[in-house]
């Protein structure tokens, strides 16, 4: 998924880029990858720890003396005395906005959501890319990697979960390409995993090829991944070498070298030989002793009362057994060991010749890896995608350059049915694990978990501010972190989890101020610390960035409050510096919900809440403001009657009058989606009918032409097979015919005639107009020219003679 892309230069190379290393190699130029990684400068990745010290660094260079300004500051506040901001050195602008960036992603739990996709990979090294994935400055990087993670899917439906890269040891080829290039002799762990590598390499290439060859279409998404693969092809001859050299699980073979195979031989027959006579002494002896081997010397170990019963060298007691060597054994055991160091020797020189070959193919060994590790990474992407039933997303164009939006009408941003990733998450793995306690018969006791509950989001070109009102808990929150953490999906080559179509604008920067912002170290009230992260968003922000405010203008009297967000609110919409393409603000107050009615920039919406079970629904509601359900709650709960009439009547029939209007607001908005909901259901059965109607049409279409195809097949099969007998039988008759008539046999003692002459006397005439009968009188045959059926008579002619027979004087 997560590494920086090169934008594309064409349709085509957007929806499939030629390669993944083309577009993987390239950096960030705002994000710069440090030279020093741990892998390789090819493969440009930070590791954790390397991020963590930079980043200290980084934080740290303005500052030589900041661990004394920390304990001067600790001092100071121990004191009660309030510190000014302006008393305190200010970072740079490279370090707030990372500062800012990094706060963002904590408060919308962007990591947490990496480590899920990380869960996909199959390499250690690509879990670790994901995880520390950095987002691309350009919309062109985003738009290659949603390209890469469509062919990706495209690639996972031809090949299914044959796509598995659990096997490559990617953190043991890391030491092992380290060894190779300071010259060391690599072990047969390391080996091994060579070997897997490069059989992984020849299966995948296999598949593709295979996959190619059946699924023409395909090929274009299929090309992609193996011009990657095949690119950094190895020699078979090296495979092959390591095949003989060491086993799947990393141990030289017998067969790695004639020495080693000598060594082990030597080695088995002295240890054998140890072995029988260590049985013979315990046979013998019968007290309870067993074999054991101490520091690759075979002993006995017995109680220690029996310890005089094998004289020998003590190696060594521990608590109630003596480990004795006999002294019989002693010169074996010296044998035994040095076959033992022959058999090490040999087996480092195996590894040795083995490394030798391996010594010129570092750096293809190296781009093969990195080819391999990128591949994972973008099919954990579209495993990602594929598990949580993802849609590809959109980027909406700038504003100013659109004027008919595509692909919405008049729409920036349209996400429908959006899922809040986390939240899905935590409901699937939640549903795997008791479907893992059924199918164990376990009866514990679990809480049970609601499916989250989806949100539809859909803002206008000339909306720049959108304003959520409604109660506490209803989601507000939830619905701007889950716009949030979309943007940031988009942006990172997700796919985003709402229905098709889905679209949004590429945002630049997510910037988002939620949650209480107390600081007792730096004496700062919530209300203080909620304008500081403000403060600080306003000088980031550009005019294409996301901004997510929670509750906007709390804290402090509600009136300043209310006037304070109002101005927060319209300096966000100025396109002026410090505003932003889209700002999302979650508020109780009232007056923020009338910038709707005197700037059209400004939009409002709120969440729903069910007055009859006094509960969230989490829906939202757009285009309605949030309305209070204090007094109708209060009224449910079964407050008194006298305290809601005076409570009314403080509030005015104003206010009551305009509860009203929202109540009725609502559910005009209600009975609309659910209009919306039928009318898309109904679509649906009708294309569901649709497509089967022409499916039918077509399976009839298809039995019409094989029906007519086999009919004129048997036609013509029957046709031939009269033709041939017609003939066959023509053939018979005229060789009769040509005998003489002193030799020719009578009529029914002719075998090849008869069976086919029908005497007709006394039936009616089958024949007709035109057929062929034989006349007994003319001893030939004659074509029937009339039939005179009242007369049960027939005209024949025979050449040039005509004459009038009955039907009993013919023979068919």
Not at 15 to 37: D, G, L
Not at 636 to 648: C, T
Not at 675 to 696: F, Q, R
């Amino acid at each position: 998924m997560f590494a920086i892309h090169r934008p594309c230069s064409s349709e085509a190379q957007q929806r499939y880029p030629r390669t993944i290393m083309q577009a993987a190699r390239m950096p960030c130029a705002a994000h710069p990858v440090a030279s020093s990684s741990s892998r390789t400068p090819q493969l440009g990745r930070l590791k954790r720890n390397d991020c963590l010290s930079s980043s200290a660094q980084f934080r740290s260079a303005p500052f030589p003396n900041l661990g004394c300004l920390f304990h001067a500051v600790s001092a100071i506040s121990e004191l009660g005395v309030q510190l000014n901001e302006e008393a305190l050195p200010s970072n740079n602008t490279s370090a707030k906005v990372k500062d800012a960036a990094e706060l963002t992603l904590e408060l919308l739990e962007w990591p947490r959501l990496l480590l899920v996709v990380s869960s996909f990979a199959g390499t250690a090294s690509a879990k670790e890319l994901i995880q520390n994935f950095e987002l691309p400055s350009a919309r062109g990087e985003s738009e290659c990697l949603l390209s890469m993670t469509a062919a990706a899917i495209d690639l996972l439906s031809l090949l299914g979960s044959s796509l598995d890269f659990g096997g490559i040891q990617s953190k043991l080829m890391d030491s092992c390409l380290l060894r190779l290039q300071k010259g060391f002799v690599i072990n047969g762990q390391e080996a091994a995993a060579i070997a897997m590598l490069l059989q992984f390499t020849e299966t995948i290439q296999h598949d593709l090829k295979t996959s190619m060859e059946q699924n023409v279409r395909s090929e274009n998404v299929l090309r992609v991944f193996l011009d990657t693969i095949c690119t950094m092809g190895v020699q078979q001859e090296v495979a092959k070498a390591i095949s003989k050299t060491v086993d799947e699980d990393g141990n030289v073979k017998d067969g790695a070298s004639p020495e080693l195979q000598r060594a082990r031989v030597q080695y088995r027959m002295l240890e054998t030989k140890v072995q029988e006579l260590v049985k013979g002494m315990l046979r013998e002896q019968e007290v309870g002793a067993s074999t054991q081997e101490v520091d690759g010397r075979y002993c006995i170990a017995v109680s220690n009362e029996y310890q005089r019963t094998f004289p020998g060298l003590l190696l060594k007691s521990g608590g109630s057994t003596s480990y004795i060597e006999p002294v019989v054994l002693v010169s074996l055991n010296d044998k035994l060991g040095e076959a033992r160091a022959a058999v090490s020797k040999a087996e480092y020189e195996a590894l040795r010749v083995l490394t030798k070959k391996l010594l010129s193919l570092v750096e293809s060994l190296t781009s093969l890896l990195e080819a391999v590790i990128q591949l994972d990474v973008v099919v954990a992407r579209a495993k990602f995608s594929l598990m949580y039933e993802g849609s590809m997303p959109a980027f909406t164009g700038a504003q100013v350059e659109t004027k008919s939006p595509k692909p919405g009408q008049g729409l920036s941003l349209q996400l429908r049915h959006a899922y809040h990733p986390l939240l899905l998450h935590q409901y699937k793995e939640h549903l795997h694990l008791q479907r893992a306690r059924i199918r164990t018969r376990q009866k514990e006791a679990s809480m049970e978990l609601l499916p989250p509950v989806s949100i539809d989001i859909s803002v206008a070109w000339n909306t720049r501010v959108v304003t959520i009102t409604g109660p506490n808990t209803g989601g507000k929150t939830a619905a701007m972190k889950t716009l949030g953490l979309t943007a940031l999906m988009a942006k990172s080559g997700l796919y985003v989890l709402a229905k098709e179509p889905a679209f949004l604008p590429w945002f630049d920067a997510v910037f988002a101020d939620i949650g209480d912002e107390q600081s007792l170290f730096q004496s700062l009230s919530t209300f203080s610390g909620h304008l500081r992260r403000i403060n600080d968003i306003k000088k980031l922000s550009t005019k294409d960035s996301l901004v997510l405010l929670d509750e906007v203008g709390t804290g402090t009297n509600p009136n300043e409050g209310a006037a304070l967000g109002m101005s927060i609110l319209e300096s966000f919409a100025s396109d002026k510096e410090g505003g932003a393409f889209l700002t999302i603000a979650s508020t109780h107050h009232a007056e923020l919900k009338t910038l709707k009615y005197s700037d059209n920039r400004f939009e409002n919406a709120s969440v729903e809440f069910d007055e009859e079970s006094l509960k969230p629904t989490y829906r939202l509601l757009w285009g309605v403001p949030g309305r209070s359900c204090a007094l109708n709650i209060s009224e449910r709960l079964g407050i008194s009657k006298s305290i809601l009439q005076a409570a009314e009547r403080h509030l005015g029939l104003a206010n009551a009058e305009i509860n009203q209007v929202i109540m009725d607001l609502e559910k005009s908005k209600r009975d609309f989606e659910n209009g919306i909901i039928e009318a898309e259901k109904y679509l649906k059965n009708a294309k569901v009918l649709h497509g089967n109607i022409k499916e039918a049409a077509e399976v009839v279409q298809e039995e019409e032409q094989n029906a007519a195809v086999q009919a004129s097949n048997l036609i013509q099969e029957e046709a031939h097979k009269a033709r041939a007998s017609i003939s066959s039988i023509h053939q018979r008759k005229l060789s009769i015919l040509e005998k003489s008539p002193a030799t020719m046999p009578s009529h029914a003692e002719t075998s090849p005639v008869k069976g086919l002459i029908l005497n007709l006397e006394g039936k009616e005439f089958i024949g007709r107009v035109g057929s062929t009968v034989f006349v007994p009188r003319l001893g030939k045959e004659a074509k029937v020219v009339q039939v005179l059926s009242g007369k049960r008579m027939v005209v024949v002619q025979s050449g040039s003679i005509q004459l009038r027979v009955s039907f009993s004087d013919v023979k068919l």
